[in-house]
């Protein structure tokens, strides 16, 4: 890499990267869910899912909170076993 | 009608004191009567910004206890006759006094003064809420840096869950060049996120450290810029309509120019 690509290259904006962090940030604080209540949280779906649906592996359930342009949402994820 | 303003920020160091300081004396230098109150129990620094340290006799606990009569420990200032510091204790600790206290105490203050203006300990915890008990509008203070407007961010629900409204919001300590490059959330950043009503926008300036270090606020400076900005915070409280300055209009062509380089295309902007 030469001395241009360095000049020329857009740097990151750390103001934006700021903005950016924040807001990822302070969706978890407004919403005030812990990682302690987001595992409990995980665990109490798994069990219900795994009611319905045998196939749901308990270890693979993502639960993540998403920021939005008009409202943030929580989003579960439940990966199934391939079967025959 | 008297009205009482607690100045408050969740993080320490952002600019409470300075703001309670510099507020109270242009709202004197308007020809208000004012009453400036250190609520940081223990933790004392109103008297020393003001430059009063000197002249305590009596303190907020003092007043509390009943080992004297408010006007007792009332504090004149150097510089105005109707201003006026209720010093916090020293030696004392949060727990010398309860919200009850604060909001009787508010309310006595309220029938000598137009204003009184109460500076919060930082935190989350008893001092804070002994500061906005007596409260009928609270401003946040905060800094374009993530810690601060994240604290912010905290205190402005916990504000409004003590129903005390939506608090209005004072950007300190911002750096135009660095807005500029791009190196530091700009007013509007800060205030997209917040989502609070704008009340100032204060420049980073020496002239506070130099005017502070003399036991001076920076208001009765003219040449200070954040003086002048703290002094049209003082006039928009009073209810004036004074128009926020951009403060990036500032700086000089060269950085303009700089500025626009380092930034990225408008389209990839939000």
């Known amino acids: 890499m030469g001395v241009l690509d360095g000049l020329f290259r857009r ?7 700021a903005r950016e962090r924040l807001l990822t940030v302070l969706v978890h604080d407004r919403v005030k869910l812990t990682p302690e209540l987001l595992e409990q949280l995980k665990a109490e779906l798994s069990a219900v899912i795994a009611r319905y649906v045998p196939t749901v592996d308990p270890d693979t359930i993502e639960v993540t909170l998403f920021r939005g342009e008009l409202i943030d949402h929580l989003k579960a994820e439940f990966p199934l076993r391939r079967q025959r | 009608m008297s009205r009482v303003i607690t100045i408050t920020s969740g993080k320490g160091g952002v600019g409470k004191t300075t703001s309670t300081a510099n507020l109270g004396t242009a709202l004197a230098m308007q020809g208000a009567k004012v009453a400036v109150v250190d609520a940081d129990i223990g933790l004392r620094n109103l008297d020393v910004v003001m430059g009063l340290e000197n002249r305590i006799v009596y303190d907020l606990v003092d007043v509390v206890e009943g080992r004297c009569r408010l006007r007792q420990a009332l504090i004149k200032d150097k510089h105005f006759s109707d201003l006026f510091l209720l010093p916090a204790a020293q030696t004392r600790d949060k727990d010398a006094v309860g919200p009850e206290d604060m909001i009787a105490l508010a309310n006595q203050l309220r029938t000598e003064f137009d204003y009184v203006i109460i500076d919060s300990p930082a935190g989350i915890e008893g001092g804070f809420r ?10 946040i203070i905060t800094t374009p840096e993530v810690s601060a407007v994240r604290d912010a961010d905290r205190i402005i629900g916990l504000v409004e869950a003590a129903g005390k409204g939506s608090p209005q919001l004072i950007i300190n300590r911002i750096k135009p060049r660095m807005v500029n490059r791009g190196d530091m959330m700009s007013t509007d950043d800060v205030l997209q996120i917040l989502a609070i009503d704008l009340i100032g926008a204060i420049p980073d300036d020496e002239t506070i450290v130099t005017s502070t270090n003399r036991g001076e606020v920076a208001v009765l400076d003219r040449t200070s810029r954040a003086g002048r900005a703290f002094s049209d915070v003082a006039r928009r409280i009073a209810g004036e309509q004074v128009p926020m300055p951009t403060l990036e209009d500032e700086q000089g062509v060269f950085d303009k120019l700089f500025g626009m380089l380092a930034r990225r295309p408008r389209g990839s902007e939000r």
Request: glycine share 6%; no cysteine; hydrophobic share 40%.
């Open chain 1, 11 to 17: 740097r990151e904006r750390s103001s934006d990267i």
């Open chain 2, 130 to 139: 002994n500061a906005i008990a007596g409260a009928d509008e609270v401003l």
